[in-house]
């Protein structure tokens, strides 16, 4: 299986700064066309994930553009330019290349 | 509105055979797959599977095959999954999310129900 890494565990962050995350895996996730299969979520207080990033850097829609995914083979982040207080939660990302898909551990975003 | 409606709270005995239902709605249902995710309590995210409801093909991560059973009843746009035995370490919330494919395009959960939470206790 993929092994995905995230850091930090927690982050504790202030609004209007920036805030990054970690995640590595265990295998590059570089899929047949070339696109990186990691994908980003974000799960708030007592609510179901919800999509944030797909196909490593292309934002869903209605997602806000202070959110960034970048990254590639191995090594990935998400950025949020300027943090909000809506944006608390646990995020986590999922690599799609290969099942079992695998999560990574989550990092707890706290203002 | 795309929506997965999820069946409600459930409380069960250990040994107890359980099936929680996830209906969607507002899109072409068989045309999307549908995956499950475990949640224990306080704890991270784990896929525990997809299922094709065009064909009733299913993906079981090796972790949870044996143990639980996904199927899909196109007729009423609703995805299953089922335990034979529950077990005490079955007590999680389980999700279920829709992505139009797999592989190289279209693995982003993009919709997901509301969750189901599965107490197991005896």
């Known amino acids: 299986d993929i092994v995905m890494t995230q850091s930090p565990l927690y982050l504790s962050v202030t609004p209007g700064e920036p805030a990054s995350i970690s995640c590595r895996s265990s295998?590059?996730?570089?899929?047949?066309?070339?696109?990186?299969?990691l994908e980003w979520y974000l799960q708030k207080p007592g609510k179901s994930p919800q999509l944030l990033i797909y196909?490593?850097?292309s934002r869903a829609p209605g997602v806000p553009d202070r959110f960034t995914g970048s990254g590639s083979g191995t090594d990935f982040t998400l950025k949020i330019g300027k943090v909000e207080a809506e944006d608390v939660g646990v995020y986590y990302c999922?690599?799609?290349?290969?099942?079992?898909?695998?999560f990574g551990g989550g990092t707890k975003v706290e203002i | 509105e795309v929506q997965l409606v999820q069946s409600g709270a459930e409380v069960k005995k250990p040994g107890e055979s359980l099936r929680i239902s996830c209906k969607g709605s507002?899109?072409?249902?068989?045309?999307?797959?549908i995956t499950w995710v475990r949640q224990v309590p306080g704890k991270g995210l784990e896929w525990m599977g997809r299922?094709?409801?065009?064909?009733?093909?299913?993906t079981y991560n090796p972790s949870f095959q044996g143990h639980v059973t996904m199927s899909a009843e196109n007729s009423v746009t609703t995805a299953y999954l089922h335990w034979s035995s529950l077990e005490a370490s079955d007590t999680a919330m389980y999700y279920c999310?829709?992505?139009?494919?797999?592989?190289?395009?279209?693995?982003?959960?993009?919709?997901w129900g509301q969750g189901t939470l599965v107490t197991v206790s005896s």
């Open positions: 999310a829709r992505h139009y494919g797999i592989s190289t395009a279209g693995t982003e959960l993009d919709y």
């Open positions: 507002g899109y072409s249902f068989f045309s999307y797959y």
């Open positions: 299922i094709d409801p065009s064909i009733s093909s299913v």
């Open positions: 295998q590059s996730l570089l899929n047949p066309k070339g696109d990186s299969a």
């Open positions: 196909l490593g850097s």
């Open positions: 999922m690599q799609a290349l290969q099942t079992p898909l695998t």
